[in-house]
């Protein structure tokens, strides 16, 4: 499975030229919310355009993962990296 995560401090965000090469009316901003992060034309757009994918304080990556793992992206400030799922007690 691949999954567009964000790998520098900032926060995910796409440019505009990726939208426009997703078919995505611009949303001012670049926040993508509306896009699940596995979306094929996500990882098309980032794969294909590299850093011209990266919005404003951004370093989008496809990462690749096995199919069957339960993951969560988890972030410190907009850096993110995939984590697998596990139980946790507080």
Known sequence: MKIVINKCFGGFCLSEKAYSHM?????????GSSLERTDPKLIECVETL?????GRHAALKVIEIPD?????????D????????????H
């Open 68 to 76: 069957d793992v339960e993951y969560i992206i988890e972030e410190y």
């Open 50 to 54: 590299g850093k011209d994918a990266d």
């Open 78 to 89: 907009g850096s993110e990296h995939i984590a697998e799922v596990h139980r946790t007690w």
């Open 23 to 31: 078919g995505i009316e611009w949303d001012g901003y670049g926040h």
